[in-house]
């Protein structure tokens, strides 16, 4: 395949959409805000009119355009092209943003989960460039995944595998979202490090952060951690440790080649890390941690782009 | 390809061996005692005898076998044909069992390990026939485990996924084996469910079990269950709860089509699988669970045989 593909990272707050070469060169990018308020048919709209603004920045005709990767959030109906539900597009429900794409710029379209989509642009690009498969998970609000085995994402027998923020890592743990209890997503998330360190806070943790607990965020915590504060040191590490059981399932059940990460937890880096990775190691078989590599994404901001790109290269 | 493959089951009690038909039909059976201690070279050369028995006993001629597939437990090195650990065969390390009974029989073999070669055959002729997906869980001494999916098996990258027993599903919980804490193996397996009901005694727990806690086992516990004593019944309630915590997990994160359980403890029947459905639904997102089967293997017996072969046909 010589031509160009469209690779769209829709997200709940702004659309990414890039001109991708078949070597995964981004020639031209456009960011647009998602405003999934005004409906599917107004974002599918600024999809189609990022993809052209696009082609026009980069002087090319739509002619040279093969097709349009997509990457959403949300599950994903993948034979009908169909987003059936996405929590952060919020009034979304069995929509068919694959035929809406397809219609308006009259190119095929191949439509997929968002954290599937990074999972392959990390693979093909990024941290499993040349590896054998690559387990990506985006720390955020919640906790998400993608798998990649031999080159392509694993669905999945109902396209929902990688929903790795839902491992319970702890039965009788705090509560989910889900309704489930003990989740990766309850212990290691964004939200779950502010509940843990207002509980902190509760229980007479003295920290600076107590002055300030309402529109807390992760990357407040982080911050004071740098500060030196020590109950915001705790916070991060306990939350690498989470992710560090998780992890170790991850490589116990799947033995990866790389285990990746994305999201703007990972920015704390190896006060993130270095007991993320002395978890997995007393945890993990000796066989199953040969080898693996455990890091932070390298395309945080391009892996959407050019893996949604790549899910149409590979369709 | 027409030829009969002989499939092996090495156990590390007995080695099963069958003469297999490219349907998947076994047309003779043979067992024969595995003696690890006698070394490696006396046990390759038992698997071949059984097969040639085999052959004799069906009256057909070496000429007619295309090959053989062997399910080795531990750990496998898949190129070089070796099994490089075994804890159930005792003494074993880097043994090149590949070439041993290819240059014993004069015949291309195929290694693999023995859960994998179990979940390939119920995959192939028993719980996950014309299924998409199937994670085998061998529940035992400890816990093992299979993955198929898309009718191959996932080795990992290096050769040693599905150790389903490993993973964590309480960080501080019961220690394992294996030097990590709070394995599924820890809750789960025969050997934990004896540890617990010991535990229950030493608290006060009142059962008739707990005049025989020497030599107790799981088989034990499971027929004092079905004679009405509360405490095994609780036992095996729990054994059930801590697997569905797991399945719930395996479901995250792969999406399978059916999640099938082997060994022992199954017998317990629905005392078991009850409490371990009950947990799934609770904890599984409604998607991830959408068309699932959880259920008892089907070839309890063959699935090792068939599976081994298997192994072969699609090397």
């Not at 034979?79 to 694959?98: C, E, Q």
């Not at 490090?193 to 807390?216: C, I, N, Q, W, Y």
């Amino acid at each position: 395949m010589d031509c160009l593909i469209v690779g769209v990272d829709l997200g709940g707050t702004n659309i990414k959409v890039g001109l991708v070469t078949p070597a995964g060169h981004v020639l031209q990018r456009h960011a647009t805000p998602t405003r999934a308020e005004e409906g599917p048919a107004a974002v599918a709209a600024r999809i189609c009119a990022a993809a052209l603004d696009c082609l026009q920045a980069a002087g090319r005709p739509v002619g040279e355009v093969g097709g349009v990767g997509v990457g959403s959030p949300g599950t994903i109906d993948m034979d009908a092209g169909v987003v059936t539900f996405s929590p952060n597009l919020p009034g979304w429900a069995h929509v068919p943003l694959r035929s809406m794409v397809e219609d308006e710029l009259q190119l095929p379209c191949v439509l997929d989960n968002d954290a599937n989509a990074a999972a392959l642009g990390e693979y093909w690009l990024g941290a499993g460039r040349e590896a054998h498969s690559l387990v990506l998970l985006t720390l955020g609000t919640g906790i998400g995944g993608g798998i990649v085995l031999d080159g392509r994402i694993w669905h999945g027998d109902r396209g929902v595998a990688g929903e790795i923020g839902h491992m319970s890592i702890d039965p009788d743990g705090p509560p989910c979202g889900c309704g489930n209890r003990g989740c990766l997503e309850a212990h290691a998330s964004a939200t779950a490090m502010v509940r843990r360190l207002r509980e902190a806070v509760e229980a007479g943790a003295e920290t600076p952060l107590a002055r300030s607990l309402d529109g807390l965020s992760a990357r407040d915590i982080h911050a004071a951690a740098l500060d030196g504060d020590p109950v915001a040191r705790a916070n991060v590490e306990m939350t690498g440790r989470y992710l560090g059981v998780g992890v170790s399932n991850i490589m116990h059940i799947l033995n990866p080649e790389v285990v990746a990460f994305t999201g703007g937890v990972t920015a704390a880096g190896p006060m993130l890390f270095e007991p993320l990775i002395e978890e997995v190691e007393w945890r993990t078989l000796a066989d199953s941690r040969e080898g693996v590599r455990i890091c932070a994404a390298e395309l945080p901001e391009d892996a959407g782009i050019v893996g949604a790109a790549r899910c149409f290269m590979l369709a």
